[in-house]
């Protein structure tokens, strides 16, 4: 049986707010990213891929079913995917994790190698 929100606990209800993933944690009311407690500033779809990223696990997925998850029933280039994906990769350069390319398949997150 599913709890009713407002029979969640305090700190079930900041389990749901915040995600934590290594070293990276995420508000998802607020908008706001941390690494290693460093505010990392993103932009909103920036931090939408990021964390679609966290909430699927590892999975793969090609340009075009980040589009559809991601950005919606927009219409925008497949490129658009590979810039914002740069741009995080910039800005996440010091998490635990990566975007890792997969060679004409897609993308999926890694635990970087020790």
């Known amino acids: 049986m ?5 029979e969640l606990t305090l700190e079930e209800t900041f389990a749901m707010r915040i995600k934590v993933i290594g070293n990276l944690q995420m ?19 920036e931090f ?21 998850y991601v950005w919606g029933e927009t219409h925008v280039l497949k490129r658009t995917v590979d810039s ?5 990769r910039k800005k996440t350069r010091h998490w635990d994790f990566k975007i890792r390319s997969i060679y004409g398949v897609g993308y999926k997150l890694d635990k970087k190698a020790a």
């Open 2 to 6: 599913k709890k009713e929100d407002s």
């Open 27 to 45: 508000d998802i009311n607020s908008f706001e990213t941390y690494i290693n407690d460093q505010s990392i500033k993103l932009t909103p779809l």
């Open 48 to 68: 939408k891929l990021l964390q679609f990223f966290c909430e699927t696990g590892g999975q793969m997925f090609s340009r075009n079913e980040l589009l559809t």
């Open 84 to 88: 914002t994906i740069a741009g995080l």
